[in-house]
T-cell receptor
Framework: KAGVTQTPRYLIKTRGQQVTLSCSPI?????VSWYQQTPGQGLQFLFE???????NKGNFPGRFSGRQFSNSRSEMNVSTLELGDSALYLC?????????????FGEGSRLTVL | DAKTTQPPSMDCAEGRAANLPCNHS???????VYWYRQIHSQGPQYIIH???NNETNEMASLIITEDRKSSTLILPHATLRDTAVYYC????????????FGTGTRLQVTL
């Protein structure tokens, strides 16, 4: 079956702009999470959605937001981009919350802010 | 959730077993040990997880000590494609908000 799909794979923005990234989870998965990965900070948890509701949020400013749709697809938005937002943004899906199973990650969206 | 300690890097010859250690001395009784790996510029890939018993799947084996304070991930016959950063994580569940990825071990498999 198809894996986690993230679009776009690469994008370049300038400071002050905003960006929307999309994630389609594995069919049947209801939980979608987002991570930011940078060379300096590693993989950092952004937020987690289940059944269209944000269940957990990491320590990021309010410029970072997300949502989940009824078909479990998710988007994340970053407003007023800063140079430090340049990163690989990873989406992961799983069957549900609170389970000891695995996360399935997408290939990521690489954002460059100039 | 408990913290983990891993060596920053390891080398392994192709065809040999790669044994990646992880220390999690503060693990609590209901925390699982998870292993993920990340090949350069790709999303992390789940490898295996366990609670207290040793586990094996098609990718690897996970050996957890009896006191659960440490574990070892074993790749039985390492190949060049196993070159990656390996993350050991302890958490109550497998959900993202509970998985804290540290710096991991960079495994280099060589000819």
């Amino acid at each position: 079956k198809a894996g986690v799909t993230q679009t776009p794979r690469y994008l370049i923005k300038t400071r002050g702009q905003q960006v929307t990234l999309s994630c389609s989870p594995i069919s049947g998965h209801r939980s979608v999470s987002w991570y930011q990965q940078t060379p300096g900070q590693g993989l950092q948890f952004l937020f987690e959605y289940f059944s269209e509701t944000q269940r957990n949020k990491g320590n990021f400013p309010g410029r970072f937001s997300g949502r989940q749709f009824s078909n479990s697809r998710s988007e994340m938005n970053v407003s007023t981009l800063e140079l430090g937002d340049s990163a690989l943004y990873l989406c992961a899906s799983s069957l549900g919350l609170g389970l000891p199973g695995e996360l399935f990650f997408g290939e990521g969206s690489r954002l460059t802010v100039l | 959730d408990a913290k983990t300690t891993q060596p920053p890097s390891m080398d392994c010859a192709e065809g040999r077993a790669a044994n990646l250690p992880c220390n999690h001395s503060t693990i609590s009784g209901n925390e699982y040990v998870y292993w993920y790996r990340q090949i350069h510029s790709q999303g992390p890939q789940y490898i295996i997880h366990g609670l207290k018993n040793n586990e094996t799947n098609e990718m690897a084996s996970l050996i957890i000590t009896e006191d659960r304070k440490s574990s070892t991930l074993i790749l039985p016959h390492a190949t060049l494609r196993d070159t990656a950063v390996y993350y050991c994580i302890v958490a109550h569940t497998g959900t993202a908000s509970k998985l804290t990825f540290g710096t991991g071990t960079r495994l280099q498999v060589t000819l």
